[in-house]
Nanobody
Framework: QVQLVESGGGLVQPGGSLKLSCVASGNIFSIFAMGWYRQTPGMQRERELVASITSGGHIDYGDAVKGRFTASRDNANHTVSLQMNNVKPEDTAVYYC??????????????WGQGTLVTVSS
């Protein structure tokens, strides 16, 4: 069984910085892409892409975070991080770690973490 465990959420002031981390554990052979999505609490909207990194290093960012957030990934250790700079109140959300096409035991499956809350407020 594969598990994704996030850490680093919390309260941050507008203009501040915060770093999120996620580690995938289990009998993992490879992961195609790892990244972050977010969902505003109480809003009936789909999760929004924050950043996603392929195993080859290609990174996609959501338009709302370009130029402020930086994603990085360690393929060997199945970890992905998100450095959040110059945060804004509208960045307040539950941030979910996502692993796409995780290859384990001859199966390809997507996984989600449990989510970590980031609150941007003064």
């Amino acid at each position: 069984q594969v598990q994704l465990v996030e850490s680093g959420g919390g309260l941050v002031q507008p203009g501040g910085s915060l770093k999120l981390s996620c580690v995938a554990s289990g009998n993992i052979f490879s992961i195609f892409a790892m990244g972050w999505y977010r969902q505003t609490p109480g809003m009936q909207r789909e999760r929004e892409l924050v950043a996603s990194i392929t195993s080859g290093g290609h990174i996609d960012y959501g338009d709302a975070v370009k130029g402020r957030f930086t994603a990085s990934r360690d393929n060997a250790n199945h970890t992905v991080s998100l450095q959040m700079n110059n945060v804004k109140p509208e960045d307040t959300a539950v941030y979910y770690c996502h692993a796409e096409r995780v290859y384990t035991d001859s199966r390809l499956t997507d996984y989600w973490g449990q989510g970590t809350l980031v609150t941007v407020s003064s």
